[in-house]
């Protein structure tokens, strides 16, 4: 197991950790000069800022393609098949 304790009283335990994982994580904390409970936190909150910065790339894109006019195949086929479900729900 590898526990992972924030600045409050509160434990985060993480169950089923394999021991490769908590080696490179010690070693990346050794790295960075943090403590093990440090590093994990600032990689969970890395992982979440990549995420949140992905979605908005995409949606960033599909606003500049609509603002363009721009059509991806298919599109005015999948807005037809979710119209069409929406509709059967609705009447459902």
Request: hydrophobic share 40%.
């Amino acid at each position: 197991m590898c526990y992972a304790s924030g600045m409050s009283s509160e434990l985060l335990q993480i169950k089923g950790c394999k021991p490769v994982l908590k080696s490179r994580l010690a070693a990346s904390a050794e790295k960075n000069n943090r403590s093990l409970n440090q590093e994990a936190l600032e990689r969970l909150e890395r992982s979440f800022e990549l995420e949140d910065a992905l979605i908005s790339n995409r949606d960033q894109k599909w606003i500049d393609e609509a603002l363009a006019g721009v059509m991806r195949p298919g599109s005015v086929a999948r807005l037809r098949a979710v119209a069409a479900k929406s509709r059967k729900a609705a009447a459902a």
